[in-house]
């Protein structure tokens, strides 16, 4: 089992950056292909961002694409979600997922189904 803990939500105003942290206290972070999603009021968790265990190919979707920026730091067993130019429609509750075997494309990366672990997520409120 991997616990994977969010941190770095919080109120931001449109136009602002905020940057997400995902931490796996006991684990090695680098030994998976990591994503982030995220689940506005009444809505269905999507994707936003998907990093390959390499850590040299993202997958982002049109709605974030040049705004959003995913990564890892392997010595500080991080991943982070630097989120910029935000609009009130990104609020949500941001969660870091792990462990989706066998993806190359984004199609794999985007479909929540083939994370093994997810976080509890952290609130992120872009305020207009």
């Known amino acids: 089992q991997v616990q994977l803990v969010e941190s770095g939500g919080g109120l931001v105003q449109t136009g602002g950056s905020l940057r997400l942290s995902c931490a796996a206290p006991?684990?090695?972070?680098?030994?998976?292909?990591m994503g982030w999603f995220r689940q506005g009021p009444g809505e269905e968790r999507e994707f936003v961002a998907g990093l390959s265990k390499s850590g040299l190919t993202t997958y982002y979707p049109d709605s974030v694409k040049g705004r959003f920026t995913i990564s890892r730091d392997n010595a500080k067993n991080t991943v982070y979600l630097q989120m910029n130019s935000r609009k009130p429609e990104d609020t949500a509750v941001y969660y870091c997922?792990?462990?989706?075997?066998?993806?190359?494309?984004?199609?794999?990366?985007?479909?929540?189904?083939?994370?093994?672990?997810w976080g509890q997520g952290t609130q992120v409120t872009v305020s207009s």
């Open positions: 006991g684990r090695t972070l680098s030994a998976y292909a």
């Open positions: 997922a792990a462990g989706p075997r066998g993806c190359s494309a984004y199609g794999c990366y985007a479909s929540k189904s083939k994370y093994d672990y």
